[in-house]
C-alpha cells in the first residue's frame, strides 16, 4: 500500500515536468514556498506567532511527504556563525492533518506553474508573429480598452490603437496587427492595433500578390485612421503595374482593404524620386498645380488654380497634411488667381441655341394649326344676309 503514492506522486512529477518543459526542481522549490506560505496563513488564523520565526519545509520527491519546519529569527546584524547556531534548534511545527493541505497547495502550484509555461510558451510564438496580420473575436470592453480573444489566448487592443467611431460588438470578428508584446503587472500581454499605417501596409500584402512576391514595393504610407490613407507604390520590374496592380481589377483590391478599415477612403499613387512630382500626384484629385522646392527647409510651395484649390487642401487640410506626411515636406498651399481651362462651357453654347430652335419650330408649327382650324371654322360657318 505505501508503494502506491509514492509512485502516483514521483511519476505524475515526472510526467508533468517533461509534459510542459518543465524543470522538477523548480516545481518542488516553489512548491516548498507555497507550502510555507499555507502553514503561516493557517498559524495566524489559530493565534500562533509566526512573524519572528523563520521556516523551512521539505518535500519528498519520492511520496511526496510534507514537513514544516521553523526556527527563531536571528538579529538583522547577526554573524554567519550566529545564522548557524539559530537554524539548530530548528523544530518540526507541521501540525496534525498538514498534508492534506500540503497536496492540495502542492496541487495549486503544479496548475500555476503548467498555466505560466503555457503561457510563456505562446508568447515565445507570438514574439515571432509581431508585425504581422492575425484574426480574433471582440471578447470584452475594459474602459476604452478591448480585450481580444485569439484562440489560445487573450490580448488587448488599447483606445489609441482602435479605429476613431468604428463601432466595435462583442463576438465580432476582425482582422488586427500584433503590435508589440510588453511586460504588464499581470505579466506579458499581447498587444494589438487598427489604427497603425503598418496595418494598411499589411493588408495591402495580403491582397495583393504582387508586394507578397516583391514585385511592388511600398515606398511610403500616411494615415489618418478611419479617415483617409495615402499609400505611394513602385515597381522595379517592367510590364508591371505598382497602382494598378494595388487597385485590382474593377477596384476588387483596394476596395477589399476599404472594407476592413470600416470604409475609409485609401489613395494609391506611383512613387517617383521626384519629390515635386510625388506631392502633384500626392495632391490629387487637384489638377494643374505647380511646386517649388526649398530643399534646404525642406519646403514645397504649392500653386493651384482657384477651383482646385480647395481640392488641393482637402477637407479641414486633411489631404495636405497626408502629403506632408508622406513626403516628409512642409506643404504650402496657394491660389494663382486663375481657372483651369475646361471646355465644357463651350459644348453648352453650342447645346443651348438648338435648345432654342426646335422651341421655336414648335411654337411656329401649333401657330398654323390654329390659324387652319380658324379658316375651315369660318367655311362651315352658315352665311347670314345682309340686311339693307
Known amino acids: ?40 496563513r493557517d498559524a495566524r488564523e489559530q493565534g500562533i506567532e509566526v512573524d519572528s520565526f523563520d521556516y523551512d519545509a521539505t518535500l519528498d520527491p519520492v511520496n511526496g511527504e510534507t514537513r514544516v519546519f521553523a526556527w527563531p529569527f536571528p538579529a538583522e546584524d547577526a554573524t554567519e556563525k550566529e545564522i548557524a547556531d539559530a537554524k539548530k534548534e530548528k ?8 498534508g492534506r493541505i500540503a497536496a492540495q497547495t502542492a496541487k495549486q502550484v503544479i496548475h500555476q506553474k503548467i498555466r505560466e509555461a503555457e503561457k510563456g510558451a505562446i508568447m515565445d510564438e507570438f514574439e515571432e508573429k509581431v508585425g504581422s496580420l492575425v484574426s480574433g473575436l471582440i471578447l ?14 487573450e490580448a488587448i487592443m488599447a483606445a489609441e490603437d482602435r479605429i476613431p467611431n468604428e463601432r466595435l460588438n462583442l463576438n465580432q470578428r476582425l482582422t488586427f496587427l500584433i503590435k508589440a508584446i510588453n511586460e504588464t503587472p499581470r505579466g506579458k500581454e499581447i498587444f494589438l492595433s487598427r489604427a497603425t499605417p503598418e496595418f494598411v501596409e499589411k493588408l495591402f500584402a495580403r491582397e495583393v500578390p504582387e508586394i507578397s512576391s516583391k514585385s511592388v514595393e511600398i515606398k511610403a504610407i500616411a494615415r489618418e485612421a478611419g479617415v483617409r490613407t495615402k499609400i505611394a507604390v513602385f515597381s522595379s520590374q517592367s510590364g508591371v503595374d505598382p497602382v494598378g496592380s494595388c487597385v485590382g481589377q474593377k477596384g476588387v483590391r483596394v476596395q477589399a482593404v476599404t472594407n476592413e478599415i470600416g470604409g475609409e477612403r485609401v489613395d494609391v ?14 495632391l490629387s484629385p487637384a489638377e494643374e498645380v505647380s511646386v517649388e522646392l526649398d530643399l534646404k527647409s525642406k519646403t514645397a510651395k504649392v500653386t493651384a488654380p482657384e477651383d482646385q484649390l480647395s481640392m488641393a487642401i482637402g477637407k479641414d487640410g486633411q ?58 371654322e369660318e367655311e362651315e360657318r352658315p352665311k347670314v344676309p345682309e340686311l339693307k
Open 269 to 282: 499613387i506611383s512613387w517617383s524620386d521626384d519629390i515635386a512630382e510625388l506631392i502633384k500626384a500626392s
Open 319 to 376: 489631404n495636405v497634411r497626408l502629403t506632408a506626411k508622406l513626403t516628409g515636406y512642409r506643404i504650402e498651399v496657394a491660389g494663382n488667381g486663375e481657372l483651369t481651362k475646361k471646355e465644357e462651357p463651350v459644348v453648352e453654347e453650342v447645346i443651348e441655341p438648338v435648345k432654342e430652335v426646335k422651341t421655336k419650330v414648335k411654337k411656329v408649327k401649333k401657330v398654323k394649326k390654329v390659324e387652319e382650324v380658324k379658316e375651315v
Open 1 to 40: 500500500m505505501n508503494n502506491s503514492p509514492r509512485t502516483e506522486f514521483s511519476q505524475a512529477l515526472k510526467a508533468i515536468a517533461q509534459e510542459r518543459g518543465l524543470d522538477p526542481g523548480v516545481i518542488l522549490s516553489t512548491i516548498k514556498e507555497a507550502i510555507i506560505a499555507a502553514y503561516k
Open 140 to 153: 470584452r470592453f475594459d474602459g476604452p480598452n478591448v480585450r481580444i480573444d485569439l484562440g489560445r489566448t
Open 91 to 98: 523544530r518540526d511545527v507541521t501540525p496534525p492533518g498538514f
